[in-house]
Structures are given as structure tokens and as C-alpha cells.
């Protein structure tokens, strides 16, 4: 049977559930994502390159030395998932910056502060309680994860590892040695830099990797 190493490229689907709770909270299964009434992206399987931690840290460390056709079950440590909880993301913040702009803050509500997501605590005395960890920070994970097929073709990885990286907006072209992405919106020169060289390494067939954005979102 072959076996996974880093820097493969793989098609795999997942579902995770919260350990203490045995809930579902994270599948590549519509089916799955209806019953339990999740929502919020694509569904169907994904290519991960191994390695990269293009997916949680500890489902892509379980990926190596696996066998392709088979599903294994993993369990997740926080420090292997969305980290150990800190005391410091947890801040009391004058209720009153809250009624300036018109918000009448409320436990359980979720709400982005400086560009951070926090979640009320608790409200009282003029003061609000912020929790600004990850909703799922400190909590052990179990995920099933199915290892359908390594991916051999140059093309499905470039779109697999763009797709896991800036979401489903381009169109991706190979032709010798260079690949032509074309967005659908502009992203940071940084971003595409980065992206040109992970490509490269990744998918030593490809020498350059050059992004373009469609003439009619430049002139909006």
C-alpha cells in the first residue's frame, strides 16, 4: 500500500467533534453539515499538502506514513488544534466604548473588537468581561479522516493548495513550466509573493508562478 510522506499531495474528508461534548462541529460531508446544522463553507473532499498545516496542525501531522484507501480516527490536543486557553485574550473593557458606538452589549454575543473576535462573558458594574480565545481554545478534538487518493497531476495540486490558501476565487493555468493564476479580486503583493514561492517548492514541474486579476475587477 503507499504510504504518505511530506510534501504529498492528498485528497482527503473529515469530520470533527468537540471530545467532551461528542458533538460535531466540522465535516467535509453535506450530508453530515445538514444534520447537525452546520454552515459556513464548500462542502465535499479537500488536497492538503502534507506538511504545510494547511489544515489543523494535528490532522496533518496524523497524515504522515498513513495508507492512501484507508480512514483512521485521531484524537487532538489543544496545542495541536486552536491552542491552550489564555488568561491575557480574557479583558475587562468599559461597557461604555460598547454604548458609544450604539451597541448594547450582551452575554453571548459575538463581536469584533480591533480586528479581533471576542465573546461577551459577562456585562456588570460598567465594565464588560471579552473572552477573545478561540471558541474552541483548550478543548481536545476527535476528528475521521479518509485518505481517498494521492494527487499526481500538477494542475489539481496548484488549484488544491491555491483553493486551501485563498479560497475558490481564480482560475489556474499551466503551461511548460510556468503557472498563470488569474483572480477574480486583487490580493496583497506580499501574499502573492509568498504564494509564488511555496508554489514553486511544493511543485518543483512549476519555475514561476504569476498572478494576474480579470481587467473588469481592476476597473471597477
Partial sequence: MTKISKID???IEYTGKIKEYDVIFDTTDEKIAKENNLHGHDYGPVI??????????GIDKSLEGKEIGKEYGVEI???DA??????????????SKFKQQNIQPIPGMQMNIDDMLG?????????TLVDFNHPLAGKE????????????????KLSGYLNLSIGKGFNAEINNVQAKITLKKEIP???????????????PSIRKAEFTVKEKEKNK
Avoid: M
Fill in 9 to 11: 499531495f492528498v485528497e
Fill in 48 to 57: 492538503v499538502c502534507v506538511g504545510q498545516e494547511q489544515v489543523l496542525k
Fill in 77 to 79: 490536543k489543544p496545542e
Fill in 82 to 95: 486552536f491552542g491552550n486557553r489564555d488568561a491575557k485574550l480574557i479583558q475587562l473593557i468599559p461597557t
Fill in 119 to 127: 465573546i461577551i462573558k459577562t456585562v456588570s458594574g460598567g465594565r
Fill in 141 to 156: 478534538l476527535s476528528y475521521k479522516i479518509k485518505i481517498n487518493r494521492k494527487i499526481a497531476d500538477d494542475k489539481e
Fill in 189 to 203: 503583493k506580499e501574499l502573492q509573493e509568498a504564494l509564488s514561492q511555496k508554489i514553486t517548492e511544493l511543485i
